[in-house]
């Protein structure tokens, strides 16, 4: 009877263990910093039960509506304001979990060193999304060489510059497509993820880059019926741990700046 109901309970314990290890967390990131973040998590996640699955996207759209469509769990790539600009104009309503890390968007050239060597009748590149074209402005505004009607407008497009005084040309592309126009531009704004992916250092490269306070956190976002999960919550502790804020002070040398 004793050999019976050991058996039982080895049983049942296997069986829970095998359940815990099943359960499996698809979250959508972008190649870096985000899914090798997630990537240095992994190990720690199993342990817990969680089988995390990193789904990488090299652009800003997909994340968000696969998640929405409940085709994956949850995504990590995105700032609170673009966030907020995608839910107003796709309808959505994904919400934000933690906030994990800062990103210092910056501007490059392969032609100047520094910004006071841009000509007149300049071209300056940047992202063509509300929230990043608005914070490409506003790092333009900062630097001195441009004014903004609303200079507080984190939504703001070329259209919405009340003073251009050098004449700069604006040339708006997606995000991930702005390190591939390097070289045929003066000025590149390009967010720091898409820059370490072509081997800039925004560190050192940037002719301009935010500060340690930007506001720009990016955030692991769910939705409003799975952000409270045990799963989620787990991925959300893993995230804000001593062990990826060591990884990220290390491995990105001020490129990436941890939020917590």
Do not use: C, H, W
């Given at each position: 009877?004793?050999?019976?109901?050991?058996?039982?309970?080895?049983?049942?314990?296997?069986?829970?263990?095998?359940?815990?290890a099943a359960e499996k967390l698809v979250v959508a990131a972008t190649p870096v910093p985000h899914a090798e973040i997630l990537e240095l998590i992994k190990p720690a996640l199993a342990k817990e039960g969680v089988d995390l699955q990193i789904k990488v996207f090299t652009d800003y759209v997909q994340p968000n509506v696969q998640v929405d469509q409940k085709r994956l769990d949850a995504n990590y790539?995105?700032?609170?304001?673009?966030?907020?600009?995608?839910?107003?104009?796709?309808g959505t309503n994904l919400v934000t979990v933690i906030g994990v890390h800062v990103e210092p968007f910056g501007g490059y050239s392969k032609k100047y060193k520094t910004l006071a060597e841009l000509?007149?009748?300049?071209?300056?590149?940047?992202?063509?999304?509300?929230?990043?074209?608005g914070r490409a402005l506003?790092?333009?505004?900062?630097?001195?060489?441009?004014e903004l009607k609303d200079p507080k407008n984190a939504l703001a497009t070329p259209k919405d510059i009340a003073k251009n005084p050098h004449n700069f040309k604006f040339k708006?592309?997606?995000?991930?497509?702005?390190?591939?126009?390097?070289?045929?531009?003066?000025?590149?704004?390009?967010?720091?993820?898409?820059?370490l992916e072509a081997g800039l250092n925004p560190a050192k490269d940037?002719?301009?880059?935010?500060?340690?306070d930007s506001p720009y956190v990016n955030f692991l976002v769910a939705?409003?019926?799975?952000?409270?999960?045990?799963?989620?919550?787990?991925?959300?502790k893993a995230l804000t741990s001593p062990e990826v804020k060591a990884f990220i002070e290390k491995k990105y040398s001020g490129a990436v700046l941890p939020a917590f």
């Open positions: 009877m004793k050999k019976v109901l050991l058996f039982t309970a080895l049983a049942a314990a296997l069986t829970s263990g095998l359940a815990q790539f995105q700032t609170l304001p673009y966030l907020k600009n995608f839910n107003e104009g796709k000509p007149n009748g300049a071209t300056i590149a940047l992202p063509n999304e509300g929230s990043n074209s506003l790092l333009l505004q900062k630097a001195g060489l441009i708006e592309l997606e995000s991930a497509m702005l390190p591939r126009v390097l070289d045929q531009v003066d000025l590149d704004l390009i967010n720091t993820n898409y820059a940037a002719l301009v880059i935010e500060g340690s939705r409003p019926d799975n952000k409270d999960s045990p799963a989620i919550q787990k991925l959300a």
